[in-house]
């Protein structure tokens, strides 16, 4: 039997969202809801879908970790991979939360920097060393032939390293923040009746309107 994917609905009921009961500031709303799905035990609360696009506009998504909010939304790569070629082409970006759980969605839409290398050594050297050798090891984006080379790959980096102690930051590691030009807060309803606010920037403070599900 396959299912019927056409048949598969969910009457969204966990809850709703008013003007009202929304903080003035976005980041605040965020660390408010993402506090709440820590609390409803939301499977890696932190995964956030990130889409760029190359300059001539095609686009690509893939999943980064949120690793700290602080006038920005916080993800850690390779500066060599896919992702950073085309941030550095257009340094537009797009993020999604979604907390299923919850019947959440959180969208961002913002510019992205690079971190200093100082912040992005603090946040490497607070990672487990096996991480820490995997991001000296993996070309990431680039094809390689089979497994053997990536294990090849690590264990040459963990004879490099062996007696070395914290390991340096790879030069081509490392953090982006993503500074919000809109950050929207979804929230499911029953009968597709769906409560959304976007929050957009105004000079120094934020614009919000209810949008149509
Ligand atoms: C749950 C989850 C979390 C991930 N977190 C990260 C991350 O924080 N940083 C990262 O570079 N890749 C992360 N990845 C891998 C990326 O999705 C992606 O495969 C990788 O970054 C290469 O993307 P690119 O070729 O588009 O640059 C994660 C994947 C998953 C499924």
């Known amino acids: 039997m396959t299912t019927n994917m056409a048949d598969l609905r969910i009457n969204y009921d966990q809850g709703s969202l008013s003007q009202a009961s929304l903080s003035a500031d976005p980041f605040t709303q965020f660390n408010l ?8 035990n939301v499977f890696e609360p932190n995964a956030m879908v990130l889409a760029t696009s190359t300059s001539e506009g095609v686009p690509s998504a893939r999943t980064v970790l ?13 500066y060599d991979s896919q992702k950073a070629a085309e941030l ?16 959440r969605q959180v969208r ?6 690079k971190l ?34 990536l294990e090849k790959l ?3 980096i963990e004879a490099r390293f062996a007696d070395v102690d914290p390991i ?16 929207e ?14 929050y957009s920037r105004n000079g120094d403070s934020w614009e919000i309107v209810r949008l149509a599900p």
């Not at 809801?33 to 409803?40: L, M, N, R, T």
């Not at 807060?185 to 976007?198: K, M, V, Y």
């Open 33 to 40: 809801w993402f506090e709440d799905a820590v609390s409803a």
């Open 66 to 78: 949120l690793k700290g909010v602080n006038k920005g939304f916080r993800f850690f790569t390779n």
């Open 88 to 103: 550095a082409d257009n340094p537009h970006a797009a993020l999604v939360f979604l907390w299923k759980e919850l019947h």
């Open 108 to 113: 961002v839409s913002g510019w992205v920097q």
């Open 116 to 149: 200093e290398a100082r912040e992005s050594a603090e946040y490497f050297h607070s990672r487990p060393r096996g991480s820490q050798i995997g991001a000296w090891a993996s070309p990431q984006s680039e094809v390689i032939e089979n497994r053997a080379v």
């Open 154 to 156: 690590s264990a040459d």
């Open 168 to 183: 340096p930051l790879p030069p081509f590691w490392g953090g982006y923040i993503v500074k919000p030009r809109a950050v």
């Open 185 to 198: 807060f979804w929230q499911g309803r029953p009968s597709r009746l769906h409560d959304r606010f976007r």
